[in-house]
């Protein structure tokens, strides 16, 4: 589904590639206001966002947001920087702030512009060692680049993303703000978790998988027994423990259809079992 592997040179610097054809939606998002920590905002969606990041810059004395940001056609701010822009679920462009932005941030600065290096005339000021949160895209992959102490300047993040052969990569706010959760997990090397005003969030495609459970014990020798009998019989299978509970499950079917036919052969030969359900 995606990626995450530390840069060869730098090993404080964690690269995510995710493959478009893995991602349901893509979204920037406006925290509780004035601020929320990325961990918060996790917290509490109903449906979890598989991957959360910070996202642009704000100030950090009041929370309010510093450049052009777009939040489900609302605009939150806008200063007429160019930027990523999101339309339908995970459609990307670079361009500037319009009406068929779905979400839409601001590059400060642009990094790489059509497969190139972008000269760093705007955000000059914060070209310096620092944390840096970062995403690209081409093709076929979007990428979030994080940078953790002792950080790195522009230039040297510029020939990472062209390393990853993007079209397009721009810089988000970084320093403190930088944090990147995958699965609720934080990722950066960082144990304070610093409020900021927008997050950039990745839900990817979900697959499930139907198998039928033909048994749910509290002694692992008794599944065990079980499997046995069913494997001499030509059913291949397996256990697994949840809850304190050891449970023997069959097969793995995307189409539930499939799998109701199985638990339905299962029944004939004796074997009573429901279908249960697991996404990956």
Not at 46 to 65: A, E, M, R
Not at 105 to 128: C, D, H, Q, W
Not at 132 to 155: H, Q, S
Not at 198 to 207: A, D, E, G, M
Request: charged share 25%.
């Amino acid at each position: 589904m995606y990626n995450l592997e530390t840069h060869s040179k730098y090993p404080y610097v964690k690269i995510l590639t995710i493959p478009f054809k893995n991602i349901q939606r893509i979204n920037l998002a406006l925290c509780n206001q004035p601020r929320e920590t990325p961990d918060s905002f996790y917290a509490r969606q109903p449906v979890k966002p598989d991957i959360v990041v910070n996202g642009g810059f704000f100030d950090l004395s009041d929370g309010l947001t510093i450049f052009d940001f777009k939040d489900e056609n609302k605009v939150i701010s806008a200063v007429n920087y160019e930027g990523m822009a999101i339309l339908g679920n995970k459609e990307l462009r670079y361009m500037k702030m319009d009406f068929t932005s779905r979400d839409f941030i601001s590059a400060y600065p642009p990094l790489i512009v059509n497969k190139k290096k972008e000269p760093i005339t705007i955000g000059k000021e914060i070209n310096r060692l620092a944390r840096r949160t970062a995403v690209g895209w081409n093709a076929n992959n979007f990428y979030i680049v994080t940078v953790d102490e002792p950080g790195l300047k522009f230039d040297a993040l510029q020939e990472i993303f062209l390393e990853l052969r993007v079209n397009f990569a721009i810089n988000l706010d970084g320093g403190g703000s930088t944090r990147l959760l995958v699965n609720g997990e934080v990722k950066t090397n960082q144990i304070y978790a610093r409020p900021v005003d927008n997050v950039l969030c990745v839900y990817l495609n979900k697959r499930v998988l139907y198998k039928v459970q033909v048994g749910a014990f509290s002694i692992y020798e008794n599944a065990k027994r079980l499997l046995t009998e069913l494997n001499q019989k030509g059913y291949s299978g397996f256990i697994t423990k949840v809850n304190n509970l050891y449970k023997v499950q069959l097969g793995a079917f995307g189409i539930k259809e499939n799998a109701i036919h199985f638990r339905d052969e299962l029944k004939a030969k004796g074997y009573s079992g429901f279908i249960v359900e697991q996404i990956q």
